[in-house]
């Protein structure tokens, strides 16, 4: 199942990250550059940073020239998010273009790859859960909370797992066909954005 595939990569690539669980560190890609694990690797990559990005940014005590320099590195990061999702659905609108599309056939509420960008952002919360649930140095209240968490992240992933792989049979036989819009966000824009044009 393709579920199970990308979960993997996933996988590999958060505990990739925490080998030195640094922010900067240098990235690099295991997967070949034609290969969809290829893009499953950054997207996932993209959102691993980001994540840390947010803790970092919540701390009381950052410093707020630190703390901009942050925000504009979190915007890049969302832009960069919303690029591998557009890829993504790109390589599987390649994918299933000659799949002959039934009559009756209807569209997904959402693409397939932002369904894969829900399980990416879910791996991060299992993996991280999964390590507030085995901390030595919490109260064994915040324990058996996190395990109680991390039972409703388990099973949340089977439903998401299972509605992917459902799409994606769908797809294939003509049950439901892609079509996706490509995200026309506003405020990175010098015309869209009226302070950004402004200072033009």
Request: with cysteine; proline share 3%.
């Amino acid at each position: 199942m393709f579920s199970k595939f990308a979960f993997k990569i996933f996988e590999e690539s958060i505990a990739k990250y925490h080998e030195i669980d640094e922010v900067s560190q240098p990235f690099s890609n295991p997967y070949a550059k034609d290969e969809i694990a290829h893009l499953l690797y950054r997207k996932n990559w993209i959102d691993t940073v980001q994540w840390h990005y947010e803790d970092i940014i919540r701390d009381p005590n950052i410093d707020p020239v630190a703390a901009l320099s942050l925000k504009r590195k979190i915007d890049a990061s969302n832009q960069d998010r919303t690029d591998l999702v557009e890829y993504i659905d790109s390589y599987f609108l390649n994918k299933y273009r000659s799949v002959e599309v039934k009559n009756d056939a209807t569209i997904n509420t959402e693409s397939i790859a932002w369904a894969i960008d829900r399980l990416s952002i879910l791996a991060l919360k299992i993996y991280h859960m999964r390590e507030e649930s085995e901390r030595t140095d919490a109260s064994p209240e915040h324990l058996n909370k996190c395990k109680e968490k991390l039972a409703v992240l388990m099973e949340q992933k089977n439903d998401l797992s299972e509605a992917i792989d459902q799409l994606l049979f769908d797809i294939e036989n003509g049950s439901k066909y892609m079509k996706v819009y490509k995200q026309m966000k506003m405020y990175n824009d010098d015309e869209l954005n009226p302070v950004l044009r402004g200072l033009k």
